[in-house]
């Protein structure tokens, strides 16, 4: 939950900390979600 808000406050800084595959999966999930609402 706080890597979405993170995500909401700070989606530049995903682009720039290396991810492991599953912490990847789960920002193009919580990406998509947030896609899906609107």
Request: hydrophobic share 35%.
């Given at each position: 939950?706080?890597?979405?808000?993170?995500?909401k406050?700070?989606?530049?800084?995903?682009?720039?900390i290396?991810?492991?595959?599953?912490?990847?999966?789960?920002?193009?999930?919580?990406?998509?979600?947030?896609?899906?609402?609107?």
């Amino acid at each position: 939950e706080s890597l979405r808000r993170t995500l909401k406050r700070r989606p530049d800084m995903f682009e720039k900390i290396p991810l492991s595959k599953a912490d990847r999966k789960l920002v193009d999930e919580i990406l998509a979600e947030e896609n899906a609402q609107g």
